[in-house]
């Protein structure tokens, strides 16, 4: 069974930093692409930033410039560097993984931004 299991959230307060990571356990390929998402509470999840082959990288415009998705060296692992973190960063975050037209996320892990 394939788990990608999530961790590196917490409590931080607005303009610090947290660096998140995901883990893949029971999948025999690499992904296509590793994404991070989020769901602010009320509110739908929404993709914060991919990882495609080749490198490439694509960000939400509500991120850029302060986090940074990095695949790391081991299968199907993926970082989410958040710098210069807002109020509005506030959510549970999910690890995603796709392969052809299959889709695996993670449990979620809670990032909270206090004032």
């Known amino acids: 069974q394939v788990q990608l299991v999530e961790s590196g959230g917490g409590l931080m307060q607005a303009g610090g930093s947290l660096r998140l990571s995901c883990v893949t356990s029971?999948?025999?390929?690499?992904?296509?692409?590793m994404a991070w998402y989020r769901q602010a509470p009320g509110k739908q999840r929404e993709m914060v930033a991919v990882s495609g082959s080749g490198g490439s990288s694509n960000y939400a415009d509500s991120v850029k410039g302060r986090f940074t998705i990095s695949r790391g060296n081991a299968k199907n692992t993926v970082d989410l560097q958040m710098n210069d973190l807002k109020l509005e960063d506030t959510g549970v975050y999910y690890c995603?993984?796709?392969?052809?037209?299959?889709?695996?996320w993670g449990q979620g892990t809670q990032v909270t931004v206090s004032s």
């Open positions: 995603h993984g796709k392969l052809l037209l299959a889709d695996y």
């Open positions: 029971g999948m025999v390929f690499s992904f296509d692409s």
